[in-house]
């Protein structure tokens, strides 16, 4: 027999976890994902997730650093969602226990490139991912969620009233499945694994948009790749990434003669968007004829440094690397996927009953480059609307545009049940 729920959810990232833990609120959820539960882009996050609070920020700065990164190829409107919903998500993760790094008892928020402001908050310095999948996990167990590991959802369901369930193969007992709802939402994450060199763990293979674009839904931008312009090049190392936190903290950039080079590349010089600091390092490679440049953050204290970015010191050390000491080889690899499966601000994508949100989703915020650590903001603060539109969606008044309107009730943190008592601070005596 097959199993009704009133959501079904792709993926266990912070997209499909999240969005879970919203939508258990209102009704039966089930969760497939095709690993653990933790196989997923969301736990490798280092740099940590951007939101315009800190002093002398605004949203509007956020904005504008976002439009500007993504070369002009971004919806002003999208952005405006999510740079101003942003910091009330930011609550919600709290809420949920996320432990972001404090200073003097305020979120400590780092600098990363193209952002003109320090606010990006991290965990554990360099594991933020780690820190939010395991607290959103968390959450998920204790709220019963049903989670089923090792089952790759192979397609979707649909008849003439649209998506309708998804089919299922059970990756250690081979068996099929099919569960049925009136809303399905993929959370499936990006694709770098269809590069040779990428910063994402295997499960990254763009299921998402491949089961959407088989049904017929729109995808978009699929043609912008971001390429993150330092991963680890270490002969016998893999492609692991070093945080762009390195160079918001001082690290530069050095051809293998020892050359500086970002200063003739972009006014931001190491700070440069994403996009411009891969062409120029790709340039360096090529003049230089090496397969690397090398990242130097030697400059800096060694205990500041293993403070603050313990997970990549500790990974370089086991291939013998010490980063207070040496410089670090890097070259770019495959980072993120803009592009995805074309939805609305609410999730909707073109195919009745099917929503999408995560880096499985486009909906044009990111236009043709993403903006440092906007990834994680993007993910929590659409995963939250696409619920609101299955279970409640808006009604529209008169003197409102239906984007106006979505956004009046997304504005406060989540209530939910078990929810560990704010520990570190209120975040809205900060905005
Ligand atoms: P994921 O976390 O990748 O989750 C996708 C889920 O879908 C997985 O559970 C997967 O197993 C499952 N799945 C896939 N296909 C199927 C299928 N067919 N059936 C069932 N399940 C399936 N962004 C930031 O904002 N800040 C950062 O600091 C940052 N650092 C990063 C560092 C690294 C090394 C990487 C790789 C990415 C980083 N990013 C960062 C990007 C960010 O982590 C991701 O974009 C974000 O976590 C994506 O979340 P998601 O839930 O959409 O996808
Ligand atoms: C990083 O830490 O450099 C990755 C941040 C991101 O992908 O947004």
Redesign the pocket.
């Given at each position: 027999m097959n199993q009704e729920y009133d959501c079904i959810i792709?993926?266990?990232?912070?997209?499909?976890l999240y969005s879970a833990i919203i939508a258990q609120q209102y009704g039966s959820v089930l969760i497939?994902?095709?690993?653990n539960i933790d196989?997923?882009?969301?736990k490798?996050?280092?740099?940590?997730?951007?939101s315009a609070i800190g002093p002398g920020d605004s949203t509007k700065y956020h904005l504008d650093d976002t439009l500007k990164a993504g070369a002009g190829l971004s919806d002003i409107k999208t952005v405006k969602i999510l740079t101003d919903e942003g910091p009330y998500r930011i609550t919600d993760l709290i809420n949920l226990g996320v432990p972001f790094d404090t200073i003097h008892g305020d979120i400590a928020l780092a600098k990363e490139g193209a952002h003109r402001f320090p606010r990006v908050l991290h965990a554990g310095g360099d594991a933020?991912?780690q820190h939010i999948e395991a607290t959103l996990t968390n959450q998920v167990r204790q709220n019963n969620i049903t989670v089923m590991e090792h089952?790759?959802?192979?397609n979707l369901l649909a008849d003439s009233s649209g998506i309708i369930g998804v089919e299922s193969l059970g990756m250690k007992d081979n068996q099929k499945h099919r569960f049925l709802s009136n809303a399905v939402i993929l959370?499936?994450?990006?694709a770098?694994h269809l590069f040779r060199h990428t910063?994402?763990?295997p499960?990254?293979?763009g299921?998402?948009v491949s089961?959407a674009f088989n049904a017929g839904a729109q995808v978009m931008d699929m043609e912008f790749y971001q390429f993150h312009p330092t991963a680890l090049r270490l002969p016998n190392a893999p492609t692991f990434?070093i945080?762009e936190a390195l160079r918001g903290e001082g690290a530069l950039l050095r051809n293998v003669n020892g050359t500086i080079f970002m200063k003739h590349y972009d006014d931001m010089e190491d700070l440069a968007p994403r996009d411009i600091v891969t062409r120029a390092i790709v340039s360096e490679m090529r003049n230089t004829q090496s397969d690397h440049v090398n990242l130097d953050i030697t400059h800096l204290p060694g205990k500041k440094i293993k403070n603050r970015f313990p997970t990549i010191y500790a990974f370089c050390m086991q291939y013998g690397l010490d980063i207070t000491k040496m410089p670090i080889p890097v070259s770019p690899a495959a980072?993120?996927m803009m592009g995805g499966v074309k939805t609305t601000s609410r999730g909707e994508t073109s195919l009745r009953n099917l929503y999408a949100?995560?880096?499985?989703s486009c909906n044009a915020i990111h236009g043709a480059n993403r903006l440092?650590?906007?990834?994680?903001?993007d993910?929590v603060v659409f995963a939250r609307r696409v619920v609101e539109q299955i279970f409640h969606p808006p009604k529209k008044e008169s003197n409102l545009t239906l984007d106006e309107d979505i956004y009046l009730i997304s504005n406060e943190p989540t209530a939910l049940s078990n929810i560990p008592e704010l520990s570190l601070i209120n975040l809205q005596n900060m905005m």
């Amino acid at each position: 027999m097959n199993q009704e729920y009133d959501c079904i959810i792709l993926g266990s990232g912070i997209a499909g976890l999240y969005s879970a833990i919203i939508a258990q609120q209102y009704g039966s959820v089930l969760i497939l994902t095709k690993g653990n539960i933790d196989d997923c882009n969301t736990k490798y996050a280092q740099g940590g997730i951007a939101s315009a609070i800190g002093p002398g920020d605004s949203t509007k700065y956020h904005l504008d650093d976002t439009l500007k990164a993504g070369a002009g190829l971004s919806d002003i409107k999208t952005v405006k969602i999510l740079t101003d919903e942003g910091p009330y998500r930011i609550t919600d993760l709290i809420n949920l226990g996320v432990p972001f790094d404090t200073i003097h008892g305020d979120i400590a928020l780092a600098k990363e490139g193209a952002h003109r402001f320090p606010r990006v908050l991290h965990a554990g310095g360099d594991a933020t991912g780690q820190h939010i999948e395991a607290t959103l996990t968390n959450q998920v167990r204790q709220n019963n969620i049903t989670v089923m590991e090792h089952t790759l959802a192979t397609n979707l369901l649909a008849d003439s009233s649209g998506i309708i369930g998804v089919e299922s193969l059970g990756m250690k007992d081979n068996q099929k499945h099919r569960f049925l709802s009136n809303a399905v939402i993929l959370a499936t994450g990006g694709a770098g694994h269809l590069f040779r060199h990428t910063t994402n763990p295997p499960v990254a293979t763009g299921d998402g948009v491949s089961l959407a674009f088989n049904a017929g839904a729109q995808v978009m931008d699929m043609e912008f790749y971001q390429f993150h312009p330092t991963a680890l090049r270490l002969p016998n190392a893999p492609t692991f990434l070093i945080s762009e936190a390195l160079r918001g903290e001082g690290a530069l950039l050095r051809n293998v003669n020892g050359t500086i080079f970002m200063k003739h590349y972009d006014d931001m010089e190491d700070l440069a968007p994403r996009d411009i600091v891969t062409r120029a390092i790709v340039s360096e490679m090529r003049n230089t004829q090496s397969d690397h440049v090398n990242l130097d953050i030697t400059h800096l204290p060694g205990k500041k440094i293993k403070n603050r970015f313990p997970t990549i010191y500790a990974f370089c050390m086991q291939y013998g690397l010490d980063i207070t000491k040496m410089p670090i080889p890097v070259s770019p690899a495959a980072h993120y996927m803009m592009g995805g499966v074309k939805t609305t601000s609410r999730g909707e994508t073109s195919l009745r009953n099917l929503y999408a949100c995560g880096e499985a989703s486009c909906n044009a915020i990111h236009g043709a480059n993403r903006l440092a650590s906007n990834s994680l903001l993007d993910t929590v603060v659409f995963a939250r609307r696409v619920v609101e539109q299955i279970f409640h969606p808006p009604k529209k008044e008169s003197n409102l545009t239906l984007d106006e309107d979505i956004y009046l009730i997304s504005n406060e943190p989540t209530a939910l049940s078990n929810i560990p008592e704010l520990s570190l601070i209120n975040l809205q005596n900060m905005m």
